[in-house]
């Protein structure tokens, strides 16, 4: 059974940053073509893969 975490706002919040993500080069292409398939646990995860890779501003 798939678990819902996300509501349709956010998980296409999460599939605007996986689309980012592609086009930033930090995904492959072959992510596009899966996305409407993965799971809210994925696309969250893959989400907060994305945040985690961009550059920063600020200095933590």
Not at 15 to 20: D, M, N, Q, R, Y
Request: hydrophobic share 40%.
């Amino acid at each position: 059974m798939t678990q819902v975490l996300l509501n349709e706002t956010e998980r296409a919040e999460a599939k605007g940053l996986i689309k980012k993500a592609v086009v930033a080069g930090i995904f492959e292409k072959s992510h596009l073509d899966k996305l409407d398939k993965y799971s809210d646990v994925e696309l969250i995860s893959y989400s907060i893969s994305y945040v985690n890779r961009i550059p920063m501003r600020a200095k933590i």
